[in-house]
C-alpha cells in the first residue's frame, strides 16, 4: 500500500468553529507532514512529526494544532480560523528525513 | 539555506513535441533533488528522484531528468508530451531535516 489518504476531502467551516483533518498511512514511514497550499503557489510546510514527535514547527499560529496519536495516522485540529486560512492542505509521509515524501490527495479548505 | 528557482511561471507545448522544465538549486552540500506533478486540486505525485550515482534519472509517465553539478540544474525533460500532462510542476530539493523547498512551479498547457 503506497497510498496517504486524507478525509474529508472538502470541508466547510465558520470561523468559530472546531474541526480535525485526519490522515493515515499504511507504509510505515517515521516522518508526516502537514503543508498548506494556497492557489498557484507551492506547498508551504507547516509541521513535521518523526516518530510521532514534533520535531518542526514553522512558527504556524495556535490556531491549528498538530497531534500523531500513533505511527499511521496524523490530524490538524482546527479553531478559531480565519478566512485566509482557506487552503488546500497537504498531508505527506516518508521513510526518513531525505526520502522522498508521498502526498495526500488534500484537504480543500473554505473558511467563511 | 537550500533554495529552488523556477525560471518558467507557464510554459505551452504542442502535443508531441519535447518538453524541458528548467530547475535550478541552491545548496552547500550534495542535493537531494525531486521533480513532483500536480493536477487541479489533487496532490503532489513523484515524477522522479535524484540522490547520487547515474546523473541521468528515468521516471515515471516517460519523463527523465539530468543532473548537472556545475549548472546546479536539475531540469525536467519528456520527448513527446501528451495531453494528460498538462499540470503543474515542482522541482524541490533536501539536504535532510525533514525540510523539503520547492521552487514555485510551472503551469504546463498542452495544446492539441
Known amino acids: 500500500d503506497t497510498e496517504v489518504t486524507q478525509t474529508p476531502k472538502h470541508l466547510v467551516m465558520g470561523m468559530t468553529n472546531k474541526k480535525s483533518l485526519k490522515c493515515e498511512q499504511h507504509?510505515?514511514?517515521?516522518?508526516m507532514y502537514w503543508y498548506k497550499q494556497k492557489a498557484k503557489k507551492p506547498p508551504e510546510l507547516m509541521f513535521v512529526y518523526s516518530y510521532e514527535k514534533l520535531s518542526i514547527n514553522e512558527s504556524v499560529p495556535s490556531r491549528f494544532s498538530p497531534e500523531c496519536p500513533n505511527s499511521s495516522l496524523l490530524n490538524l485540529h482546527l479553531h478559531a480560523l480565519q478566512p485566509e486560512d482557506s487552503a488546500l492542505y497537504l498531508c505527506?509521509?516518508?521513510?526518513?528525513?531525505?526520502?522522498?515524501?508521498?502526498f495526500g490527495p488534500g484537504t480543500r479548505l473554505t473558511v467563511l | 539555506a537550500q533554495s529552488v528557482t523556477q525560471p518558467d511561471i507557464h510554459i505551452t507545448v504542442s502535443e508531441g513535441a519535447s518538453l524541458e522544465l528548467r530547475c535550478n538549486y541552491s545548496y552547500g552540500a550534495t542535493p537531494y533533488l525531486f521533480w513532483y506533478v500536480q493536477s487541479p486540486g489533487q496532490g503532489l505525485q513523484l515524477l522522479l528522484k535524484y540522490f547520487s550515482g547515474d546523473t541521468l534519472v528515468q521516471g515515471i509517465k516517460g519523463f527523465e531528468a539530468e543532473f548537472k553539478r556545475s549548472q546546479s540544474s536539475f531540469n525536467l525533460r519528456k520527448p513527446s508530451v501528451h495531453w494528460s500532462d498538462a499540470a503543474e510542476y515542482f522541482c524541490?530539493?533536501?539536504?535532510?531535516?525533514?525540510?523539503?523547498?520547492f521552487g514555485t512551479g510551472t503551469q504546463l498547457k498542452v495544446e492539441l
Open positions: 505527506a509521509s516518508s521513510q526518513g528525513p531525505l526520502d522522498e515524501q508521498f
Open positions: 507504509m510505515g514511514h517515521r516522518a
Open positions: 524541490a530539493v533536501t539536504g535532510g531535516g525533514n525540510k523539503l523547498t
